[in-house]
Nanobody, 124 residues
Framework: QVLLVESGGGLVQAGDSLRLSCAAS????????MGWFRQAPGKETEFVAV????????HYADSVKGRFSISRDNVENTVYLQMNNLQPEDTAVYYC?????????????????WGQGTQVTVSS
């Protein structure tokens, strides 16, 4: 069992940056592929970014490519999502998720563990 805790959300203005963190309460994230998803009010959960555990290969949704960056610190058991040039359409609850399998995964059903989410609000 992996317990994930997100932090770092908040209220910012368009063009600002935020860094979200996702910490594992126990065990190690080293063997997990880690993803970030988001859900805006009234919308479906949307894939944002993923980092594969064995190669650190990353993949991003087109909507965030070039602005967001996912990284992991296996020593600190933490995954980060650096978000730059935030826009109002980035407003959502952001969730991190862990997947105990190989390869890039971009759908909810492919992940085994989820955090509780952290709110990001971007004002125009």
């Amino acid at each position: 069992q992996v317990l994930l805790v997100e932090s770092g959300g908040g209220l910012v203005q368009a063009g600002d940056s935020l860094r979200l963190s996702c910490a594992a309460s126990e065990g190690t994230l080293r063997r997990y592929t880690m993803g970030w998803f988001r859900q805006a009010p009234g919308k479906e959960t949307e894939f944002v970014a993923v980092v594969v555990w064995y190669s650190s290969t990353t993949h991003y949704a087109d909507s965030v490519k070039g602005r967001f960056s996912i990284s992991r610190d296996n020593v600190e058991n933490t995954v980060y999502l650096q978000m730059n040039n935030l826009q109002p359409e980035d407003t959502a609850v952001y969730y991190c998720a862990a997947r105990s399998d190989f390869g890039i995964a971009t759908t909810r059903g492919e992940y085994d563990y989820w955090g509780q989410g952290t709110q990001v609000t971007v004002s125009s």
